[in-house]
């Protein structure tokens, strides 16, 4: 689906729709599953080659169709208007309001804890945002579950698909084929009431990525060759490995302890340029009144070549960065909200006439999900 522009008439007209709709679902027996929630949040990033300040409306849906028991389809839109400040050198840092899909699929459920889908598939469900931000990609997923004794489960999976922006344009010119990428991984999983622990071990692979890719990410970090003006090529390919783990349990009686790790590296590029790991530990504080307050510290480094810049998560501003953020949020349990801020710091790992050092502040105020 392609990007909607959306002004502050159309936000509030879209608003009204969602809540027709959750009323009349309200009054009869269907098939049909949903969910919703809405954030709001105030930017202020700068670096010495741009500076933007602007508010962000999101409203955000998740949705299952059953149409047989293990036969369903899955909708889940984001609906974004922001508004403020941008400046920017390279054009990278823009309003980003419009209509996008995070997930629009069929799955087939054919045996028990596996799962065959197609469509336009969320890519964080398998990788890490070191290799792919939160956004979806034309794609064939099967998730086989290869064993599964009391908590512990075993999964492996395997995608094709193809790399797409998030208006899920391929962005060829001309006589380009169709970019291609393949992943397959390997995944442990535990999970209590009281906790979890995740891993997921895993290749990837990216062919034929055109060159409109290649000059958009020549800006954002990757190394490239101009070919014209307007036109670049990527020095490396991107083939290589990925690892991501994440674990939550208690210490006590009203703590936990939050870490998640993740790694990156590309077997194609020099290999001073070809690695890259986030890293997070934090804690959540539980308080009467089912308050509670989450905190966060994450450590990354992403060199130049070990994600295709273009793909991966800007909230570590793409490649070619060092750097840290740090997350505080106030829990409102009771009243399904939660408060906070984050704070984001990171410097260039070589120079690079298109990157500087980066900071970044954002308030954020969000509702949990709420069934309709």
Do not use: C
């Not at 890519?123 to 939160?134: I, P």
């Amino acid at each position: 689906m392609k990007k909607l522009k959306l002004t502050p008439l159309r936000f509030v007209l879209l608003l009204g729709v969602f809540h027709l709709i959750g009323a009349s679902l309200s009054f009869a027996a269907s098939p049909l599953e949903a969910s919703w929630r809405m954030a709001l949040s105030g930017v202020d990033a700068q670096d010495s080659q741009s500076s933007s300040k602007y508010v962000g409306v999101g409203l955000e849906a998740r949705s299952k169709y059953h149409l047989l028991p293990d036969l369903y389809f899955a909708l889940d839109p984001l609906i974004r208007f922001e508004n403020g400040s941008y400046q920017t050198i390279d054009g990278t840092r823009k309003n980003e309001s419009g209509l996008y899909l995070k997930e629009a699929a069929a799955h087939w459920q054919f045996l028990q804890g596996s799962d065959l889908s197609a469509g336009a598939l969320n890519q964080t469900k398998v990788h890490s945002e070191l290799l792919v931000g939160d956004q979806a990609f034309p794609a064939v997923r099967a998730d086989v579950q290869v064993f599964k004794i009391g908590n512990f489960q075993t999964l492996v999976t395997a995608e094709q698909a193809i790399p797409t922006s998030s208006s899920l344009s391929t962005n060829t010119t001309g006589v380009e084929s169709t970019p291609r990428f393949l992943s397959a991984s390997l995944a442990l999983n535990y999970e209590a009431s009281l906790g979890h622990w995740r891993t997921r071990l895993g290749t990837f692979s990216y062919d034929n990525l055109p060159s409109t890719v290649a000059t958009e990410s020549g800006f954002r970090g990757n190394t490239v060759i101009s070919l014209t003006e307007a036109e670049s090529k990527f020095v490396y390919e991107y083939q290589g490995v990925e690892a991501l783990t994440s674990l939550r349990t208690p210490v006590m009686r009203g703590w936990d302890v939050l870490a998640d790790a993740s790694y990156l590296q590309n077997n194609k590029a020099r290999a001073e340029l070809s690695r890259a790991y986030a890293a997070s530990i934090g804690s959540e504080f539980y308080f009467i009144g089912r308050k509670s307050l989450e905190m966060k510290l994450t450590s990354f480094r992403i060199e130049p070549d070990a994600a295709v810049a273009f793909f991966n998560s800007n909230k570590f501003y793409n490649t070619n960065r060092v750097g840290y953020s740090y997350e505080s949020f106030m829990n409102f349990k009771r009243y399904n909200f939660r408060l906070g801020a984050r704070y984001t710091e990171a410097e260039v790992i070589f120079l690079n006439p298109t990157q500087s050092r980066e900071k970044s502040l954002m308030l954020i105020l969000e509702t949990a999900y709420a069934n309709i």
